[in-house]
């Protein structure tokens, strides 16, 4: 059931926009069949006809017969090689797109789950399989199907007792086949597996190389890595000793149907009962009978192996999109005025509570910062601002409007985070601070540059602004990556802005200037700052104090002292660890 409706769906994807260049495909297909087909019927005449009566004309006219189906033969099927070669390419792109861009709607929770490696190999194992499945198999089928058929009713027409012989050996070759699909299919699936798994081995060390070596943990990974690989070589050999045998026996039965069309047939033209013409034409036919049902066993092999691609591929395009995108009468906004109230939010990841009852206000033109121990929910909040998930209880308005009656675009748009991990391109600092936005001066950028203190650093570059900083930014310093960071939220106009441990590569003292210099940049959005280094934050014009997913206290830096609480603990342990330090 569920394997035919992701076939449907796949096909789908695969005819759309490409009806009428598949259905010339067909035709092609049906065409060189039908010259094939012509030609054990031309072989016989020049056998019993033109050489047997020495009719040098009649043979001349159709050896040059013979030539001129062989040749266009071979060229329509260029051209077929042709079209499906296009149309297998716009598949996969298309299916890539739907894929990547499904991938960007989906929650947290998917995205926190998700294996790197498993989701490549999709991206370009399975696709990549996937690719000869489609018009081409399809057609295939068909044709083949009709090849096989007119080939049998020439044999019956020919020679009825040894096509007997033929079609008991073509069934036993049949049965020994699809019992060989059944195991080839099964097989590949556990490679296919494990190759997933190998994949995200690698891509962990890779993506994390320098990590890799600092921590001396090379070992580990290639403990890991070699168990998965001895696993799967195993794995592969048993699956290519299997295809063999399934060839082998495939040939062993073919060459036993030659020896009994050669040894049955030249029996009977001795006795008078066939002509020689007879005899090549019968054992032509029988290659279009055989050729086509082997094609048919064997695509059910690449249809049992694709299909385990389809599932795998629909299994993230069926993933639902929990968050909600834009239902219709969603609302855009192009500026929001930025005030954000968490009215009584309640939120768990899996089984237990991380918010509870959360009441907070972010107000435009403010700078609100949230503090509290590790692991208290502190980037959280800001998760649920920006919809990664959505909350189980209670409501987030921005502007009076709850966040979920906006566009998900819209309101994205409207919101900048600066985390530890940001996320940098190997591409140049100007389209790393810009996000490939043209539309922005550069006029702003140098200025918004010098104010977190990097103009002379990019200046100082060999290309400037056009120098490529390399893949996840290794060219830059962790401070220089923060700064970019930085300025890249403030260039993006944001009316909202986030920064969750922003700065904490930066010193005390870069840090104080760099806040200094873009205060009036920020002067009239709302500013939304989670540190644990509390110096940095108080200045704030309210603190809030988290604890166990709760708010425990709220006010300024002086009112937050005069408290002598928890805020005024923490103040206190970070004065004396910098004392002891
Ligand atoms: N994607 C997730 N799935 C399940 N649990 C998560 C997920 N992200 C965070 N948590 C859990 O939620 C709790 C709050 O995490 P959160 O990142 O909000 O804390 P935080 O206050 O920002 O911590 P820190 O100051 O260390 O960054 C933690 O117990 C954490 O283990």
Not at 113 to 131: C, P
Not at 225 to 246: H, P, R
Not at 258 to 269: A, M, Q, R, V
């Amino acid at each position: 059931m569920k394997n035919s409706r992701n076939i449907k769906k796949f096909l789908k994807i695969v005819f759309e926009k490409n009806k009428l260049i598949a259905s010339i495909a067909f035709v092609i297909m049906l065409v060189i069949s039908m010259l094939d087909l012509s030609i054990p019927q031309v072989t016989r005449l020049i056998l019993d006809d033109a050489i047997i009566n020495n009719k040098t004309n009649l043979l001349i006219k159709l050896v040059l017969l013979y030539a001129i189906i062989s040749i266009f033969s071979a060229l329509f099927t260029v051209i077929l090689e042709y079209i499906y070669s296009k149309m297998k390419k716009r598949a996969s792109i298309k299916l890539k797109i739907r894929l990547l861009k499904h991938l960007s709607k989906l929650s947290g929770e998917y995205y926190t789950n998700i294996k790197t490696g498993n989701m490549l190999s999709i991206i370009e194992n399975d696709i990549f399989i996937v690719e000869n499945f489609g018009a081409e198999i399809l057609f295939s089928l068909i044709v083949d199907g009709l090849t096989a058929c007119i080939a049998l009713f020439f044999l019956v027409r020919m020679q009825s007792d040894l096509l007997l012989i033929v079609i008991t050996l073509q069934v036993m070759l049949t049965f020994i086949q699809s019992k060989f699909t059944k195991v080839i299919a099964q097989k590949t699936e556990e490679v296919r597996k494990d190759s997933g798994n190998i994949s995200n081995i690698v891509q962990e060390y890779v993506s994390n190389i320098m990590n890799v070596i600092i921590s001396k943990s090379s070992f580990n990974f290639f403990k890991r890595y070699i168990k998965q690989e001895k696993g799967l070589i195993n794995k592969c050999i048993k699956l290519d000793m299997i295809i063999s045998s399934n060839i082998s026996a495939s040939m062993i039965l073919s060459s036993l149907i030659t020896i009994c069309i050669y040894g049955y047939g030249g029996l009977k033209i001795i006795k008078g009962n066939m002509t020689i013409g007879e005899l090549i034409a019968f054992q032509q036919y029988t290659g279009m009978l055989i050729g086509p049902c082997i094609n048919i066993i064997r695509s059910n092999t690449r249809i049992q192996q694709s299909l385990v691609s389809i599932n795998r591929i629909f299994s993230i395009l069926d993933e639902p999109i929990i968050i909600n995108q834009d239902n219709n009468s969603s609302i855009i906004k192009e500026d929001f005025s930025g005030n954000i109230t968490f009215d009584n939010v309640v939120f768990s990841y899996d089984e237990d509570r991380i918010l509870d009852n959360i009441n907070i206000e972010f107000e435009k033109g403010k700078l609100t910062a949230l503090v509290g121990t590790s692991g208290c929910g502190k980037s959280t909040i800001v998760n649920l601002l920006f919809r990664l998930w959505d909350i189980d209880e209670g409501k987030i308005m921005i502007d009076n409007i709850d966040i979920k009656d906006y566009n998900l675009k819209s309101l994205r748009k409207n919101i900048s985070i600066v985390t530890q991990d940001l996320l940098l391109f190997d591409d140049s600092i100007l389209n790393n601070l810009t996000i490939g936005n043209k539309n922005i001066s550069k006029k702003f950028v140098k200025d918004v540059c010098n104010r977190v203190d990097l103009y002379d650093f990019i200046n100082g570059l060999p290309n400037g602004f056009d120098t490529i900083i390399g893949e996840k930014g290794v060219k830059l310093s962790g401070g220089q990556k923060q700064r970019v960071a930085i300025a890249r939220a403030i260039i993006s106009n944001s009316s909202i802005i986030v920064f969750d441990e922003a700065t904490s590569a930066l010193d005390n003292i870069s840090q104080k200037k760099i806040t200094e210099n873009i205060s009036d940049l920020l002067k009239n959005k709302t500013v939304i700052v989670i540190a644990h280094r509390l110096s940095t934050i108080k200045n704030a014009d309210k603190i809030y104090v988290i604890d166990k997913g709760r708010v425990i206290e709220s006010g300024n830096h002086e009112e937050l002292i005069l408290n002598e609480s928890t805020y005024y603990s923490l103040v206190n342990e970070q004065k004396q660890e910098l004392a002891l330090s």
